[in-house]
Every structure is written in structure tokens, then in C-alpha cells.
């Protein structure tokens, strides 16, 4: 699985769009980006994936660039509610039977300031 | 929400003594999963299960033992539990490879 680089932590101000960057230059061709994040004590979320084109659900966009090597995660409104520890994964690493491999890194801590 | 639940939701043992912790699901999702959480380390893959009886290692299964004789229930088992292995556990589901994973809200465990 290819290795991400995130921010270990960032800023945004309430009702302002946050933007989470992660570089994975060393992705290839088949691997998906998945963002998750964790509420404090709370087990992990989904919030979107992706493999080549831009992606957007009602929680969040996620923008890949065009040679796939980096991504921005983006909560267009964020609130309070938002603060969590963001996690990108790259991954198509697919166990015994189809199970899948997520590997989690340190991911980035976002705090939402009102 | 994914119905998917822990429990318990906090255990402390003493070291030496065994125990079991169970992750149900009511979503008739065919992958279940066991992560472990620790300061500095992330969330590590322990075991998995890819159907009823079907089960395999993750990368950190040295200690543990797990079981899934219904399609809801996946249990992990410490036979001799260790202050290693203080932690908190994550379970998880999955409908297939390419979905994305539903986790459970945790179990803190404490060995003494």
C-alpha cells in the first residue's frame, strides 16, 4: 500500500471551508484514497473515497490530482462537530476472500475554532 | 449508523486471566474485523473474518484468538491477557472489498 503524508494538525474557523491535504506519490494505478476521521473516542467514520475523479457525497468532496500523486479532502461548511483526526488511506490491499486492508497512519488533527 | 455494536464497552482485568470480547452486527455484512488502537501506533489490524468459520491473521495477532460461528457475532479472545495489551479494540464491517468500513464504538480494556 502506498504511504500518505498529512499535516500532523491544522485550523479552520467555523463556517469556513476546511481543506486537508495528503501526498501519496508513490500510489499506483489500482489503489483507491479513503478518508476517514475520529471523533474523539469514537470508533472511526467513512467519509468518502475515490480512485481517479473527484468525488463529492453530503459529508465532503475529495479532489485527486490529475497524476493521482496528492488529494484535498474538503468540508465545505465546516462546524464545531467537525473536529476530528482526519485519516487518509491508500489502499487496494485486498486480504483472504475479497476482506480489505486499511492501514491507518497519525492522520490530521482538525480543530474547528468558533 | 451501521448497527454495530461492543461489548463490553470498558473491562479491567489482571493479568494472567482470560477474556472475550464481542462485536455484533445487524447488518448481515459478510467482513468483520478487530483493530486495536494504542497511542503512537494508529489503528492495527488484529484479525478479520471473511465469512462464518473463515477467519485470518492480521499484523498484530500474536495473543489473540478469535471466533465467528453466526454471521453477526465475531469474538476476540484473549487467552492470558497481558499489560501489552491494553488497548482500545475497534470492531468493524464490511459489505465487500471495495466498500468502505463501519466501525463500532469501542471497548477500552485495562490490564492490571
Known amino acids: 500500500d502506498a504511504k500518505t503524508t498529512q499535516p500532523p494538525s491544522m485550523d479552520c474557523a467555523e463556517g469556513r471551508a476546511a481543506n486537508l491535504p495528503c501526498n501519496h506519490s508513490?500510489?499506483?494505478?489500482?489503489?483507491?484514497v479513503y478518508w476517514y476521521r475520529q471523533i474523539h473516542s469514537q470508533g472511526p467514520q467513512y467519509i468518502i473515497h475515490g480512485l481517479k475523479n473527484n468525488e463529492t457525497n453530503e459529508m465532503a468532496s475529495l479532489i485527486i490530482t490529475e497524476d493521482r500523486k496528492s488529494s484535498t479532502l474538503i468540508l465545505p461548511h465546516a462546524t464545531l462537530r467537525d473536529t476530528a483526526v482526519y485519516y487518509c488511506i491508500v489502499t487496494r490491499g485486498v486480504l483472504v476472500q475479497g476482506a480489505q486492508k486499511l492501514v491507518f497512519g497519525q492522520g490530521t488533527r482538525l480543530t474547528i475554532n468558533p | 449508523d451501521a448497527g454495530i455494536t461492543q461489548s463490553p464497552r470498558h473491562k479491567v482485568t489482571e493479568t494472567g486471566t482470560p477474556v472475550t470480547l464481542r462485536c455484533h452486527q445487524t447488518?448481515?455484512?459478510?467482513?468483520m474485523y478487530w483493530y486495536r488502537q494504542d497511542p503512537g501506533h494508529g489503528l492495527r489490524l488484529i484479525h478479520y473474518?471473511?465469512?462464518?468459520?473463515?477467519?485470518d491473521k492480521g499484523e498484530v495477532s500474536d495473543g489473540y484468538s478469535v471466533s465467528r460461528s453466526k454471521t453477526e457475532d465475531f469474538l476476540l479472545t484473549l487467552e492470558s491477557a497481558t499489560s501489552s495489551q491494553t488497548s482500545v479494540y475497534f470492531c468493524?464491517?464490511?459489505?465487500?472489498?471495495?466498500?468502505?468500513?463501519?466501525f463500532g464504538p469501542g471497548t477500552r480494556l485495562t490490564v492490571t
Open positions: 508513490t500510489i499506483s494505478g489500482n489503489e483507491y
Open positions: 447488518e448481515n455484512h459478510r467482513y
Open positions: 473474518s471473511y465469512g462464518v468459520k473463515d477467519t
Open positions: 468493524a464491517i464490511s459489505d465487500s472489498s471495495d466498500y468502505e468500513q463501519y
